[in-house]
């Protein structure tokens, strides 16, 4: 199905993309239509199409893991697949950038010029003559009302510890499956993978709490919104990290990857990292700051 | 015009399969001519979709009053001529041409990740559906302009989730599409093809490449906050949640001002192919456009607010984007001197590519002129928002981009249909194109620093005249691209004439010039070897 000449391997004719097209369109527009209050149906039409993409990846990635326990992979290939994975976590990156942009912009400059500082002078003079500038805010309308705040250093510093050891526990199964030490490879992914959903958890917990309890929502003003867009994104990628990483020990219990090649692993090991990372700038600028 | 140097020594490189048969080819493909193709024929749709709106425009313009469409409309039209000339048509032809030429350019068997460059390609129609599928919808399509500057954006109808949705989908292909590329260049150049030796037009979609991974995601979190401030409630451009509408013009420009370098370094790299052609010289200062090419990028990202001057920003800014934006004329300078010097001297001929791509050196650099005043602080005051903001961007991306844009299409269309275009149509074509876009865009300067404001239905009666002009110039500029599609048409469906010689152009340089006309359907399955002088239109001793 494929001509390798070269060494580098150029698959002929995909199925999978086009079904990926049609899953997403499927996700969006019916996504458009459920947020616009069109009714139910559109969130079934929502998770059918989301089932769509996830039968896509799974079919996708299924193929790919299939060629690579072939052998099909030459060493160049595997370059590919590593730029591509490198160049995919900087977009990544650049796209926690835009929020963290938008949490330091509203903190550097609205808030104070709200406040009456510098060029926002006239609208608080004119709109909001009491308000004060103070973070956090949910600024001058109060939107959403008042609420109390998480503090730092006590879920969040759990959480960052979980994480951290997280780190550390994927970098031992690293080293496991380096010096083929199958039983300390699969110890050590489980354990990555068990804090990683822990972290999911504690993290659902805390938002629970945030609504039920200290009235802190995705609706109040630009604190709720910061906080919750900056932390449910990141959420959101340590549940797919984590999700991988369940893929990746998987494929580690049916034997899959060998000492000298074991990119899959090493991918999603990377994609880890970065969800660390990203957490400890939440950690220090959303919460402690 | 043309000479036979070699002829080629056969292509049956291949013993297996050519492409597969019917509408599977197109959907299933991995091959990146395939996709290169499906993506410029994407473009080409687009390029009239977009272009019939800009008709829409300019009719409503061409008088002063309201009489031929709802100033609702007209706005709709505004904004998505833009979005559709820029996500539909400009980037994905030049994604195309990276598709077909990059691998060939390099020596490589095909892009580095096939399946993925299918996605790439076919998510488009998908998004574009979705685009354009908003206009036909009980609250219209998005009418608050393509920057979708909140509070306005905020108070459309419906569709303004299908348009973000839409937006997101572009951005995904966009990311992939240039991961894709820059693993490519990166990866799979043959062994001799150092990175100093990689054409120009390479170099500058690395480049490009790099901008779209970088500020594509900050759109998408710039839209997505759009998106949740319309219904979830947050309050990220909502002043009295603590937000700042002025905030999204941040955001937006941060991705905003790169994006006007990804629809033009692409340009400045085919227009570096073309010159040393048909000047018969190697490009003049070849490791001085790499550099100012980086430069230019590396610019583009500390800029941003220069399209935001009047929006309210504290002086220190105001000088500090100012100078760095003048500091790009320095490196866009080098370039137009090298392309000029290129030409000194030179041997040179005036076929259609060649006219092109001096039009565009010519027209583009005006467009960069007006940029430089627009650039002024205390000037930009008074052009801002006006069509002299117009006519400075459709220079830089009409007689910049799109001109860039057939110039490669007239230069690389034998290779790949294996049909000589005529030259009498594609030179009536460029003729016609260049005195009508001037009649079209060049007054529009005139009605802005008159003080004519842009994106308004109806306008006072003393900027009649040059309005229609400006119309009558739209009307022929759009009919005479009628000439580029049926040339475009006939060269990949008309029955194939004459064998073409490799080289199909006398002082065509690089590798794709080695394979045979029509490009067989793989390439380079084994790295090629070659000499520095077959490849390089650089200076070949650096």
């Known amino acids: 199905m494929a001509h390798a000449d070269g060494g580098y391997y150029i698959p002929h004719g995909t199925r999978w993309p086009i079904v990926g097209s049609i899953g997403l369109a499927t996700l969006t527009a019916s996504a458009a239509n459920f947020m616009n209050g069109n009714g139910d149906f559109w969130l079934i039409m929502m998770l059918g199409g989301l089932a769509i993409v996830l039968f896509m990846m799974w079919g996708w990635f299924g193929t790919v ?41 509203a903190r550097q400059f609205v808030i104070p010029w709200l406040g009456g500082d510098g060029t926002g002078l006239a609208t608080q003079q004119f709109l909001w003559p009491t ?94 919104s910061t906080f919750f867009m900056l932390t449910g994104f990141h959420g959101l990628h340590v549940t797919l990290g984590a999700i991988m990483l369940l893929v990746i020990l998987g494929r580690c219990l049916r034997g899959h990857f060998t000492p000298q090649h074991h990119f899959g692993f090493e991918a999603v090991a990377w994609y880890w990292h970065f969800v660390d990372v990203v957490w400890l700038g939440l950690f220090v600028f959303v919460y402690i700051l | 015009m043309s000479t036979a140097e070699t002829t080629h020594h056969d292509q049956d490189d291949h013993h297996d399969h050519g492409p597969a048969k019917g509408l599977s080819r197109w959907v299933f493909t991995t091959n990146h001519k395939d996709i290169g ?203 009295a949640g603590g937000g700042d509408p002025v905030m999204f013009q941040h955001i937006f420009w941060f991705f905003g001002h790169p994006e006007v370098y990804i629809m033009i370094l692409p340009a400045f790299g085919i227009v570096s192919e073309i010159i040393p052609t048909f000047a018969r010289k190697p490009l003049f200062g070849y490791v001085s456009m790499v550099y100012a090419t980086a430069s230019i990028a590396f610019l583009s990202f500390i800029v941003w607010a220069h399209h935001m001057f009047t929006t309210g920003m504290p002086l220190g800014g105001e000088l500090f984007f100012m100078y760095a934006t003048m500091v790009i004329a320095v490196p866009t300078g080098v370039k137009v001197f090298n392309w000029v010097a290129t030409m000194w001297k030179g041997s040179m001929t005036f076929e259609t590519p060649m006219l092109f791509a001096v039009g565009f050196v010519i027209l583009f650099t005006i467009g960069g002129f007006s940029g430089l005043m627009l650039a002024i602080v205390p000037a930009d005051f008074q052009y801002h928002d006006t069509y002299f903001v117009v006519a400075h961007f459709h220079y830089v991306l009409v007689t910049g981009a799109v001109f ?36 079209l865009f060049f007054p529009q300067h005139f009605l802005g ?77 084994e790295a090629p070897d070659f000499r520095d002088e077959d490849v390089a239109h650089g200076d070949v001793a650096h």
Request: hydrophobic letters at 55%; aromatic letters at 16%.
């Open chain 1, 65 to 105: 893991i299939r060629e690579s326990e072939q052998g099909t992979y030459s060493d160049q290939v595997d370059v590919s697949f590593r730029m591509g994975m490198i160049w995919f976590i900087a977009s990544e990156v650049m796209f926690f950038a835009a929020f963290f942009g938008a949490l330091f912009y």
């Open chain 1, 131 to 224: 308000f004060e500038a103070a973070w956090p805010t949910n600024g001058p309308e109060a939107i959403g009302g008042e609420f109390a705040l998480i503090p730092a250093f006590g879920l969040p510093l759990i959480n960052t510890l979980i994480l951290l050891s997280s780190g550390v526990t994927v970098t031992l199964a690293h080293h496991a499956l380096r010096h083929e030490n199958r039983r300390a490879l699969v110890v050590w992914l489980a354990a990555t993978v068990a804090l990683g959903f822990l972290f999911v958890g504690l993290q659902s917990w805390e938002y629970v709490h945030a609504y039920q309890d200290l009235n802190l929502k995705l609706t109040s003003g630009i604190y709720g």
């Open chain 2, 37 to 239: 193709t499906l993506y410029l024929l994407f473009s080409l749709a687009m390029f009239f979709v977009g272009g019939a709106m800009a008709l829409v425009i300019r009719a409503e313009l061409f008088q002063p009053g309201l009489q031929v469409v709802e100033p609702d409309f007209f706005n709709q039209m505004t904004t998505m001529h833009a979005l559709v000339m820029i996500f539909g048509a400009v980037m994905p032809a030049f994604v195309g041409l990276a598709n077909w030429l990059v691998p060939m350019m390099v020596g490589a068997p095909d892009m580095a990740l096939p399946r993925m460059n299918n996605w790439s390609f076919w998510i488009l129609p998908f998004a574009f559906a979705m685009l354009l599928s908003t206009l036909f919808m009980e609250s219209g399509g998005p009418a608050a302009g393509w920057t979708l500057y909140p509070p306005l954006s905020l108070q459309g109808g419906d569709s303004f989730a299908f348009v973000i949705f839409a937006i997101h989908l572009m951005g995904l292909s966009s990311i992939m599409g240039a991961i894709n590329i820059v693993a490519t260049i990166l990866n799979m150049r043959a062994p001799k093809m150092n990175l100093l030796r990689m054409p120009l037009f390479v170099w500058t979609w690395l480049i490009t490449a790099f901008l779209l991974i970088m500020v594509m995601p900050v759109l998408a979190g710039a839209v997505t906050m759009l998106l949740t401030d319309r219904y979830f409630g947050t309050s990220f451009f909502n002043a």
């Open chain 2, 404 to 439: 860039s844009i057939m110039a490669a299409a007239y230069y690389w269309l034998p290779k790949w249909t294996g049909n000589m275009y005529s030259e009498t149509l594609g030179k009536w074509h460029f003729w016609l194109s260049v005195v009508t876009v001037n009649l």
């Open chain 2, 449 to 525: 620093l008159a003080g004519m404001p842009r994106r308004i239905p109806d306008y006072s009666v003393q900027f009649a005249e040059f309005n229609m002009w400006s119309s009558i110039g739209g009307f022929a500029f759009g009919l005479t691209q009628l000439i580029f599609l049926y040339i475009v048409l006939k060269a990949s469906f008309g029955k194939r004439t004459e064998q073409l010689p490799d080289r199909v152009w006398e002082g065509a340089k690089g590798l794709e010039w080695t394979v045979a006309t029509p490009a067989p359907y793989h390439t380079f399955d």
